[in-house]
């Protein structure tokens, strides 16, 4: 029913940019708050950015000033903005609704890798 694809990463040197995309598929995509999760090796994963369906957003701290999370509603896209990256970014990015239930459906991710 529902479909995430992540897209945009890559291989970057610290203080490099990245922005992600996100397609979502689904009818309810304008009404759920989205955000952004990570995981890194060997780490369980965590939250990283959300936006509401208003357009509030939030961070975890150890990203704020540097990401920002958008969102096009009208194209059932989420982006997010990364700058100033650092090696402990590193991870595989992926999108979902927030909060997470435990039974959502999780895309294949994108790998963003933050290394000299």
């Known amino acids: 029913q529902v479909q995430l694809v992540e897209s945009g990463g890559g291989l970057v040197q610290p203080g490099g940019s990245l922005r992600l995309s996100c397609a979502a598929s689904?009818?309810?995509?304008?009404?759920?708050?989205m955000g952004w999760y990570r995981q890194a090796p060997g780490k369980q994963r965590e939250w990283v950015a959300v936006?509401?369906?208003?357009?509030?957003?939030r961070y975890v701290d150890s990203v704020k000033g540097r990401f920002t999370i958008s969102r096009d509603n009208a194209e059932n896209m989420v982006y997010l903005q990364m700058n100033s990256l650092k090696p402990e970014d590193t991870a595989v990015y992926y999108c979902?609704?927030?909060?997470?239930?435990?039974?959502?459906?999780w895309g294949q991710g994108t790998q963003v890798t933050v290394s000299s």
């Open positions: 979902n609704t927030v909060p997470l239930l435990g039974n959502e459906i």
């Open positions: 689904g009818s309810i995509f304008s009404i759920r708050a």
């Open positions: 936006i509401t369906s208003s357009g509030r957003t």
